[in-house]
């Protein structure tokens, strides 16, 4: 079920914390992101996980790094205001309400309901996640291009640039129901992947960060391309941010 919630004020100024370091309660049991608190990378690769949390220490929805009409034609305005303010600001909010009730479950000694918020923090926390990666992860259409450091980071792990962008296409496109496509690194294998993620926590690995995010849940495409998913994503290709790609991976790598 789609998260339908309020617009939130801007928050630019808001204090700023490492989404994967800031309430590890948060991501546990996501599969998408287990970093080590205890990290510490430059402040130039550590900016890359933070995200804006409010004095109370809860999760804020992050601003657009770009103008909401940036992206046309391939991304609507529309589409981007209703899926970055209502529908990523919804899972921020149920991700906020499921750790706040875990909190007074652990204070009362009392969990009657544990499995319905531990299914709701897995639920939001996913999602909150991956969109800040999602959008994160777009520009306006050819202001980045792959370097060639990048070009062959994905050949060495996908045997080409078109290897992977067929493998991720196709990943997405299959995707049963509501999902993502997921390029990440994997610190085990010490190597590049794409999952075909559902929902947001279904079919994800442990251990696995995140490097770019294709949603296709339905409301990141239905106004401008119905039921046409597979045009969504070929235009996708033309917003995706390749600095940020590339930054993200050297980020992931020096976190772990």
């Known amino acids: 079920m789609e998260n339908q919630a309020d617009v939130t004020e801007s928050n630019t100024n808001l204090p700023r914390r490492k989404f994967v370091g800031a309430g590890t309660a ?3 049991g996501l599969g998408l992101s287990s970093l080590s608190a205890n990290a510490a990378p430059s402040s130039s690769v550590s900016s890359l996980f933070e995200v804006p949390m409010n004095s109370k220490g809860e999760y804020e929805l992050p601003p657009l790094k770009y103008a909401y009409d940036a992206l046309e034609p391939h991304i609507d305005k529309e589409t981007m205001h209703l899926h970055h303010d209502i529908h990523f600001n919804g899972y921020k909010k149920g991700l906020n309400a499921a750790l706040a009730k875990l909190k007074e479950f652990r204070a009362k ?11 709701s923090l897995a639920f939001n926390g996913a999602g909150y996640n991956l969109h800040v990666v999602f959008f994160d992860g777009m520009a306006p259409a050819g202001t980045t291009k792959p370097s060639k450091a990048f070009t ?14 067929g493998q991720m296409t196709n990943a997405s496109k299959t995707v049963q129901g509501s999902g993502w496509g997921i390029l990440g690194w994997q610190p085990m294998g010490g190597k590049l992947i794409v999952l075909q993620a559902e929902k947001h926590q279904n079919l994800s690995q442990w251990n696995v960060i995140p490097i770019l995010a294709l949603d296709v849940w339905e409301h990141a495409y239905y ?6 998913r597979g045009d969504y994503i070929s235009n996708w290709w033309e917003v995706v941010n390749w600095d940020y790609a590339e930054k993200r991976l050297a980020a992931a790598k020096n976190l772990v």
């Open 109 to 119: 000694g009392d969990y009657p309901q544990i499995a319905y918020w531990e299914n």
């Open 223 to 228: 106004l401008k391309y119905q039921n046409k």
């Open 152 to 165: 062959k980071e994905i050949s060495d792990a996908f045997g080409s640039m078109d290897g992977f962008k």
């Open 26 to 28: 948060a991501l546990a």
